[in-house]
């Protein structure tokens, strides 16, 4: 090869390498769809919840022939895997390689916690319907990471806790799943259940995935207390309802259990063990409001089962999202001003059938329903609500101030009144 | 042809001219990376990076001793959290949490050693296992420091670090230091003796070698260069959760070491590029992306046992011959 030959040649690669390497870096122009980033997990320990989040925000964008504020919406669906380094991972390919507008998703509150951490470096707005962890609408507050249609972990105990007062307990008993969802579920039940006279006689704290819960029944069943309060997500729930029932404490103690525990991911799946079972929680498939009732009733038709938490929050979660866009003009580009949107909108139409608004903390305000499980017609249970506590506060009764003085609810602290 | 071969000719530290070329060329085109690479394809190369660090030091054990641990994940995390909670909680500067959570991972890796090195083979094997169970045990139950299931966040990077090029050039030039070091440990009269345990522990032994104690050191060698990863994670994703000391980390670490190839050192790169780049491009496409790097996995055991570089490796050596 002569040489001018060679630089020819070398010249041409070098050009057509640079022009590859163009419309990499180069980020996406400014109109166009909005893309937004969906983390799911689809594999791992939270797979079927995963599944439920992702027809939430399907069932929504079906409804609104995917345009939000005016604008076509690209959905890029991302697996976290139930695992926070999967998860960042995920996040970091869906801000930079897929240049999205906003992510929203992710179930356990440690996959929930990593983005959230990665996105204050950001700025993109983050929106978490599902994940609890206190501290995020509480002490460790992001801007940027917002709970639209989500709730904090102990913002439904506290009002439990009063309930439980009023029916007349005067010693219960909790058992709970040994991590900080629960810790956080169970501290405020505790601690409006003990500072209003009640007394917690034990509490138990057992490791994620129980096979066997016999050793806890057989001393909850010793302890002779009033109601027992269970804290169980996933398939632990599903275990507990079925060994309460079987050891025979149903018969003789009611059962009080975090909204989770009754949600119907895990009741659709068990027979008569789950009647009657107590729960507070913002949503209530079976509530009666026409609202509630028709969305319960177009999901049901779609995807053969009764919605749970995980398909209504997401839904309602890009239902917030939209309300703000349109608010906008679909401008999500201005991040400064979607988050300041976004924060401002109170949402109305969702299938809560009531206003519900952001606090200054940027937690939602919800009316929390007492509910209890009951057999429908047909034959399938859901949850129906028995008693309202209007506009929850996550904060309960407690002025704000003074709560983020004691420390986040944890095994060690869970706000327990000595007596 | 013959000064080619020749050993004895002008040597940079033990390594040939040609070699010394080759590496400088492999670190060159990497440096040059970030200027064609998007952020988040710069990230995935860090990331790389840092997993090759991690699973060439379980290749000192596993190609060089003849013990493949299945602690190392333990003993990399702790050096994540370790330097995560330094930082994040005490305050310390990065590089004083660094420097705590490669002693804290070398500490951690010594214990094991005293425990592990009797044994060999599936037992090794088991025990690492236990004792990296143990310590993925304690991240998930010591709530009050280690955050439990939420884990820990900080800000662990240095202010010049922040951009991904400037700390992806850094963790380049940290992986060049630590497998320059790593690939003159396994070649000293040290790193020999290793591999005559390796081939015959009796033998090494009835010539006067005490092998516990080489066994020890090589143990502990390797788990400074995992906790050096370990560290260098933190710093990468200011961030730390039980998963990352959890088993699956451990046979993450020991797969790209496999995949690689066991006994070639800088294979773990390869390996660890390999499993990140399917893990990224497959789980874009299907949500069964396990499934399809188990199959990987089984076909590269089948076809290519002695990993991709030991692959290539005989596959040259036949077509020069």
């Not at chain 1, 105990?157 to 629960?182: E, N, V």
């Not at chain 2, 236990?130 to 998930?140: D, E, H, Q």
């Not at chain 2, 850094?170 to 345990?197: D, E, K, Q, Y």
Request: hydrophobic share 45%; with cysteine; proline share 4%.
């Amino acid at each position: 090869m002569d040489r001018r030959v060679f630089l020819k040649t070398s010249t041409a690669a070098v050009a057509a390498a640079s022009v590859c390497a163009v419309p990499w870096r180069s980020a996406q122009a400014q109109a166009g769809p909005i893309k937004i980033g969906l983390l799911a997990p689809l594999t791992g320990v939270v797979a079927s919840g995963g599944k439920e989040m992702v027809e939430g925000v399907q069932f929504y964008l079906d409804q609104v022939n995917g345009e939000m504020g005016g604008r076509k919406v690209e959905l890029v669906t991302e697996d976290d895997a139930s695992n926070p380094d999967t998860a960042l991972q995920k996040a970091r390919r869906l801000v930079e390689q897929g240049n999205c507008h906003m992510l929203i998703g992710d179930l356990l509150a440690n996959t929930g916690l990593a983005v959230a951490n990665y996105v204050k470096g950001t700025g993109t707005p983050y929106f978490i319907p599902i994940i609890a962890a206190d501290d995020l609408t509480q002490r460790a507050r992001i801007k940027n990471v917002i709970r639209v249609a989500g709730y904090s972990a102990s913002a439904f105990t506290h009002p439990l806790g009063d309930w439980a007062l009023k029916q007349g307990y005067k010693k219960i008993a909790t058992i709970s799943q040994d991590y900080t969802f629960g810790h956080e579920q169970c501290g405020g039940l505790a601690q409006v259940f003990t500072e209003g006279g009640g007394e917690i006689a034990q509490q138990f704290w057992h490791p994620l995935n129980t096979a066997d819960f016999s050793p806890y029944l057989g001393q909850l069943a010793e302890l002779k207390v009033d109601a027992i309060f269970a804290m169980e997500t996933g398939a632990d729930s599903t275990r507990f309802v079925q060994q309460f029932a079987a050891f025979g404490l149903k018969a003789k103690t009611p059962l009080l259990m975090a909204m989770n525990g009754t949600d119907q991911s895990v009741i659709r799946t068990i027979g008569d063990d789950v009647e009657g079972i107590i729960s507070p929680a913002h949503f209530a498939e079976g509530s009666d409001n026409p609202v509630t009732q028709k969305f319960e009733k177009e999901y049901e038709a779609k995807y053969g089962k009764i919605p749970s938490l995980y398909g209504f929050s997401m839904y309602s979660g890009m239902m917030w999202i939209d309300a703000a866009l349109k608010k906008m003009g679909g401008k999500v580009e201005d991040r400064d001003a979607f988050i300041d949107t976004v924060l401002k909108t109170e949402l109305d139409g969702s299938p809560l059938g009531k206003t519900v608004k952001l606090d200054a903390f940027g937690n939602p305000i919800y009316d929390v329903y007492i509910r209890k499980v009951v057999k429908r017609a047909d034959g399938k249970f859901w949850n129906v609500p028995i008693q309202t506590y209007p506009e929850v506060s996550q904060f309960w009764k407690y002025d704000p101030e003074t709560y983020l003085k004691q420390p986040p609810y944890s095994r060690t602290f869970q706000g327990i009144k000595k007596a | 042809m013959t000064t080619l071969l020749s050993p004895n000719r002008s040597q940079l530290a033990g390594m040939s001219g040609r070699a010394t070329i080759i590496a400088g060329l492999i670190v060159a085109v990497a440096a040059c990376m970030p200027l064609l690479l998007s952020n988040y394809q710069v990230g995935l190369a860090t990331e790389v990076l840092i997993f090759g660090i991690l699973a060439m030091s379980l290749d000192i054990l596993a190609g060089f001793a003849g013990r493949t641990s299945l602690g190392h994940g333990a003993i990399f995390g702790v050096s994540t959290y370790v330097v995560v909670y330094c930082a994040a909680q005490t305050g310390l500067p990065p590089a004083a949490a660094f420097t705590f959570g490669v002693l804290a991972a070398t500490t951690v890796a010594s214990v094991f050693a005293l425990l592990a090195v009797r044994t060999s083979g599936v037992y090794f094997l088991l025990l690492t296992l236990a004792l990296g169970m143990i310590v993925w045990g304690i991240c998930l139950r010591w709530t009050e420091v280690t955050g439990g299931e939420n884990g820990m966040r900080g800000d662990v990077r240095p202010a010049m670090l922040l951009s991904h090029s400037a700390f992806y050039w850094a963790v380049l030039g940290c992986s060049a230091i630590v497998s320059f070091a790593m690939w003159r440990f396994v070649r000293s009269p040290f790193g020999l003796t290793l591999r005559g345990i390796r081939d015959s522990e009796s033998r090494m032994r009835s010539l006067g070698y005490n092998v516990p104690l080489h066994l020890f050191i090589g143990f502990t060698v390797s788990g400074f260069f995992a906790g050096v990863a370990g560290a260098l994670y933190a710093m990468f994703n200011s961030f730390v959760s039980p998963s990352t000391v959890a088993l699956a980390q451990s046979v993450e670490g020991v797969l790209m070491m496999i995949a690689g190839g066991v006994g070639t050192l800088f294979g773990a790169f390869v390996g660890a590029a390999a499993i990140i780049a399917l893990e990224n491009v497959v789980s874009a496409y299907t949500e069964r992306w396990q499934m399809v790097l188990g199959i990987t996995f089984v076909l590269i055991m089948i076809f290519a046992p002695e990993g991709i570089i030991g692959k290539l490796r005989t596959i040259l050596s036949r077509q020069l011959r």
